[in-house]
């Protein structure tokens, strides 16, 4: 059994999305997957109220049998971690032949610490940056222990410039670079449901569809000729409009719309609601202008989380492209 340490430097990096996919990946070749995520009371990866969903939905697609506040151990401290985060791994870690560990950032003396204990190896997820090399260096002391550094969210017009550079400097620095993976608005799209919330809309049909991802947003044409061409730019969007423009709602509907946003007093107009109806499509209400409700979605779009499993598809996709999985198992001593 090994443990694999996937670690990066600040906050919303990419780990939650790596972990799954070398769990899943790993899991389907036939290997016993453990996950870990240690974490340190009063931590961003804390909650009082409720249990990390992060964790919640890797241990539904790992299938895990271990409680979530056992893969998931809260400490007081970081003396506290140190003298115990052993024993509480090695709960999640029996027939296990390899167990990812979510870690903190590998700058803290307790992720040290920690990927020592558990002797780990370890892979580094950063989001691309021009700050690459500042990265790079900042892992070079964890000697023949770090696998690789995987660069996520590399804008796709760069990736074949992105891959060559960082290769070129990781190499120079003795690293290696095992994975660049683009940037994809599915992986990090807010399902319906989490629309709603962020833009505190009221779902006046489709409920059912609070699943569903929205990847774009758009906004009304500038004439109604055009509309139908116009929403037809891009696929699976949440439309913003008036409620006045029954004209644009309609032409909207004609097209991959994911949902209908309306913005101000009243009630849909009945062929709206009915064309709605027919194409199956959520109608979503709120009291914002559209300008300020568009302003939010873009922000939904920033922060949706990972966690939805109609995302693993996608992401399945694009680590068996991008990533180095056969580094990966001969750094763990596993066969492939």
């Known amino acids: 059994m090994v443990a694999l340490y996937v670690t990066s430097l600040g906050e919303s990096s990419g780990k939650t999305t790596v972990c799954t996919g070398l769990g899943k990946h790993l899991s389907e070749a036939g290997k016993k997957v453990g996950f870990f995520k240690p974490v340190i009371a009063g931590s961003k990866s804390t909650s009082v109220e409720n249990a990390d969903p992060d964790v919640e939905f890797i241990k539904h697609v790992l299938a895990l049998k ?4 056992i893969i998931a151990p809260t400490f007081s401290d970081e003396g506290n971690m140190k003298s115990r985060v052993k024993e509480a791994y090695d709960k999640v870690a029996q027939g296990k032949d390899v167990v990812i560990v979510e870690g903190i950032s590998i700058q803290n003396q307790a992720a040290r ?4 204990k558990l002797n780990a190896r370890v ?14 260096d900042s892992y070079k002391g964890l000697g023949e ?5 995987v660069l996520n969210r590399v804008p796709g017009n760069r990736l074949e410039q992105v891959s060559s550079e960082a290769s070129v400097q990781a190499e120079q620095a003795g690293v290696k670079i095992i994975g660049v993976l683009p940037e994809d608005r599915t992986l990090f799209a807010p399902t319906i449901g989490e629309l709603v919330e962020f833009i505190e809309g009221e779902t006046l049909r489709g409920a ?7 990847e774009n947003i758009m906004l009304g044409a500038r004439n109604v000729d055009s509309g139908p061409e116009y929403f037809g730019i891009k696929d699976n969007k949440a439309v913003v409009l008036r409620t006045s423009r029954p004209d644009m709602q309609l032409a909207a509907l004609e097209t991959s719309t994911r949902c209908l946003v309306l913005s101000g007093e009243g009630i849909p107009y009945p ?29 939904a779009l920033g922060r949706a989380k990972f966690n939805q499993e109609n995302k693993l598809p996608k992401l399945t996709e694009i680590m068996e492209q991008h990533f180095d999985f056969a580094t990966v198992y001969k750094g763990l001593g596993l066969a492939s």
Do not use: F, H, N, R
């Open 208 to 214: 059912e569809k609070a699943d569903e991802l929205a």
């Open 145 to 149: 222990c770090l696998l690789g550094i």
């Open 113 to 116: 610490d920690t990927v020592d």
């Open 123 to 136: 892979i580094a997820v950063e989001s691309y940056s021009k700050e690459l090399l500042k990265a790079i």
């Open 66 to 69: 271990e409680p979530v506040d």
């Open 271 to 299: 062929a709206v609601s009915a064309q709605a109806e027919k194409k199956d499509i959520p109608i979503i209400q709120v009291k914002d202008d559209v300008s300020t409700t568009a302003t939010k979605i873009e922000e």
